[in-house]
């Protein structure tokens, strides 16, 4: 791979990571636009896998999506050039917070600054559910829908664990995808 490429992901991890507040579920749509739509380097369906297993597997979505993201584009080089991009603003940002601690915590200003960023981030992850949603509709497949609604009145109306949801769908997901190769092999 070349020289650019690395740099260039480098750079466009950084930036995304740098300019996103709110975690990954608003980190996921950014990156979709820089690599799928602008960049051309991976597909609307490699996002959309991406974005599933990054949210299903442990550590931070943003990180995962990040390694996922970096390792489709350019290898184990580009998944540790991809980490680097997307750790490096948070730990800087952090480290200086950390040192004026006192003043920012004290702060009306910050205080309203991280109350109006709440609507963005609301409005960023509300984004995500409609773009998944879209993309599991696409399908006209009527499994997978059913799935995210009773995954989502599960959680929302009856208080279910999250991770039994995650295993469960994991479950019927992976039974899904057997019964689709054997109907496609028959």
Not at 150 to 167: D, E, P, T
Request: glycine share 8%; aromatic share 10%.
């Amino acid at each position: 791979m070349e020289k650019g490429l690395y740099k260039k992901l480098f750079l466009s991890t950084f930036q995304l990571s740098a300019c996103t507040f709110g975690g990954g579920f608003v980190i996921i749509p950014l990156m979709r636009r820089k690599f799928v739509r602008e960049l051309h380097w991976i597909s609307e369906q490699e996002m959309m896998d991406i974005t599933a297993i990054a949210q299903s597997s442990p550590g931070a979505i943003a990180v995962n999506a990040s390694v996922m993201t970096g390792y489709q584009i350019a290898g184990f080089p580009g998944a540790m050039i991809a980490v680097l991009g997307t750790v490096l603003p948070p730990l800087l940002i952090i480290s200086v917070i950390s040192f004026f601690y006192r003043q920012f915590r004290d702060s009306l200003i910050v205080s309203l600054v991280m109350r109006g960023m709440l609507a963005g981030v609301a409005a960023v992850v509300c984004d995500v559910v409609i773009n998944m949603l879209r993309s599991i509709c696409s399908q006209k497949r009527i499994f997978p829908i059913l799935m995210f609604v009773l995954a989502f009145a599960a959680v929302r109306f009856f208080g279910v664990n999250i991770i039994l949801i995650i295993l469960v769908c994991g479950l019927f997901g992976a039974l899904d995808m057997k019964i689709q190769d054997k109907e496609a092999k028959a």
